[in-house]
């Protein structure tokens, strides 16, 4: 497969910033849908949505809103016991996520969001939100996964508490306008292999963007916590490699980087790029290596938009 010219994952992941405010506006302090303060909440979905769904656990426990886990669909605890199960699910036909709203139905309260109305999802969850703007027609997902979390995350701030250090929504979408248009570092399309970190929420942003990486360019890519890096993954960086971390560096890891010869990639933190504006650098990144590969990043090979089973 060859890329030609612009390809729809490049244009859709460039949207990102409007989708995120557009979200931000249905992100009302007492909305149904949502989780209200002090619910015990599992979020689940597959893949990119599983990822998206662990920041937003680790995002609303920080805040202290209240106990937040993060499971994919295939692997829900169905002994345990929760307020209410949010699913995020870009296509709303996804097998393993169908399955899990229709045995809870009677007994929790659940929520989806959705990129597509016209899906079997509207009548298996008790609430949809529909983010029908953040659609996409390529297989790999950008836009839809982060509006998702946007949607979460502003309504974390409607409810009048954020996690220590997070910008404003607002901020980030901001940030992502510049990552959309800034150069990526130089020197990262050649890299043999990346490997990307995270600590709390950017856990979930990290494995992200080594999903991404692999999907759009089918490249050699690996995710860690920054601290676990430590304890044996670090041995994989080497001249030509690359590490980036997702939000701020712990004490003493750009040193240890350094020794290593590779590459650090760190955009976002305190005085950088929000985390999730710093996903659309990892994003772009993907697409610019698919195409110096000769690869099409809307179609990567073995993938669908939904996995049916």
Same mark, same amino acid.
């Given at each position: 497969?060859?890329? @030609?010219?612009?390809?729809? @994952?490049?244009?859709?992941?460039?949207?990102?910033?409007?989708?995120?405010?557009?979200?931000?506006?249905?992100?009302?302090?007492?909305?149904?849908?949502?989780?209200?303060?002090?619910?015990?909440?599992?979020?689940? !979905?597959? !893949?990119?949505?599983?990822?998206?769904?662990?920041?937003?656990?680790?995002?609303?426990?920080?805040?202290?809103?209240?106990?937040?886990?993060?499971?994919?669909?295939?692997?829900?605890?169905?002994?345990?016991?929760?307020?209410?199960?949010?699913?995020?699910?870009?296509?709303? @036909?996804?097998?393993?996520?169908?399955? #899990?709203?229709?045995?809870?139905?009677?007994?929790?309260?659940?929520?989806?969001?959705?990129?597509?109305?016209? @899906?079997?999802?509207?009548?298996?969850?008790?609430?949809?939100?529909?983010?029908?703007?953040?659609?996409?027609?390529?297989?790999?997902?950008?836009?839809?996964?982060?509006?998702?979390?946007?949607?979460?995350?502003?309504?974390?701030?409607?409810?009048?508490?954020?996690?220590?250090? #997070?910008?404003?929504?607002?901020?980030?979408?901001?940030?992502?306008?510049?990552?959309?248009?800034?150069?990526?570092?130089?020197?990262?399309?050649?890299?043999?292999?990346?490997?990307?970190?995270?600590?709390?929420?950017?856990?979930?942003?990290? #494995?992200?963007?080594?999903?991404?990486?692999?999907?759009?360019?089918?490249?050699?890519?690996?995710?860690?916590?920054?601290?676990?890096?430590?304890?044996?993954?670090?041995?994989?960086?080497?001249?030509?490699?690359?590490?980036?971390?997702?939000?701020?560096?712990?004490?003493?890891?750009?040193?240890?980087?350094?020794?290593?010869?590779?590459?650090?990639?760190?955009?976002?933190?305190?005085?950088?790029?929000?985390?999730?504006?710093?996903?659309?650098?990892?994003?772009?990144?993907?697409?610019?290596?698919?195409?110096?590969?000769?690869?099409?990043?809307?179609?990567?090979?073995?993938?669908?938009?939904?996995?049916?089973?």
């Amino acid at each position: 497969m060859t890329t @030609t010219g612009s390809s729809l @994952t490049a244009e859709e992941l460039a949207t990102q910033p409007a989708c995120w405010r557009r979200a931000a506006e249905l992100a009302g302090p007492s909305s149904p849908a949502l989780p209200a303060a002090g619910e015990r909440v599992a979020v689940v !979905g597959c !893949g990119t949505s599983w990822f998206m769904a662990q920041a937003y656990a680790a995002l609303r426990e920080a805040a202290g809103h209240g106990e937040t886990d993060a499971f994919a669909a295939s692997e829900f605890p169905y002994g345990r016991r929760y307020d209410r199960v949010v699913a995020i699910t870009r296509s709303g @036909t996804t097998t393993e996520v169908l399955a #899990l709203l229709d045995r809870l139905r009677g007994h929790t309260p659940t929520t989806a969001l959705t990129g597509d109305p016209a @899906t079997p999802v509207m009548q298996a969850a008790d609430h949809v939100v529909v983010l029908d703007f953040a659609d996409e027609r390529s297989v790999v997902q950008t836009r839809f996964a982060t509006t998702a979390l946007a949607l979460l995350r502003a309504h974390l701030e409607t409810q009048g508490a954020l996690a220590p250090g #997070l910008k404003s929504l607002a901020e980030a979408a901001d940030d992502a306008e510049r990552a959309v248009t800034e150069p990526l570092p130089q020197g990262l399309v050649a890299t043999e292999q990346v490997t990307f970190l995270g600590a709390g929420w950017t856990n979930g942003l990290a #494995l992200e963007a080594g999903l991404k990486m692999r999907e759009a360019a089918s490249a050699w890519t690996e995710s860690y916590p920054a601290m676990e890096y430590r304890h044996g993954p670090i041995a994989i960086t080497a001249p030509g490699r690359a590490a980036w971390m997702f939000g701020a560096l712990p004490d003493g890891l750009a040193e240890d980087i350094a020794r290593t010869g590779g590459l650090l990639v760190a955009g976002s933190g305190p005085d950088g790029l929000d985390p999730m504006a710093d996903l659309v650098r990892a994003q772009r990144l993907a697409v610019a290596l698919a195409e110096a590969r000769g690869l099409d990043p809307d179609h990567p090979r073995a993938l669908t938009r939904s996995v049916q089973l």
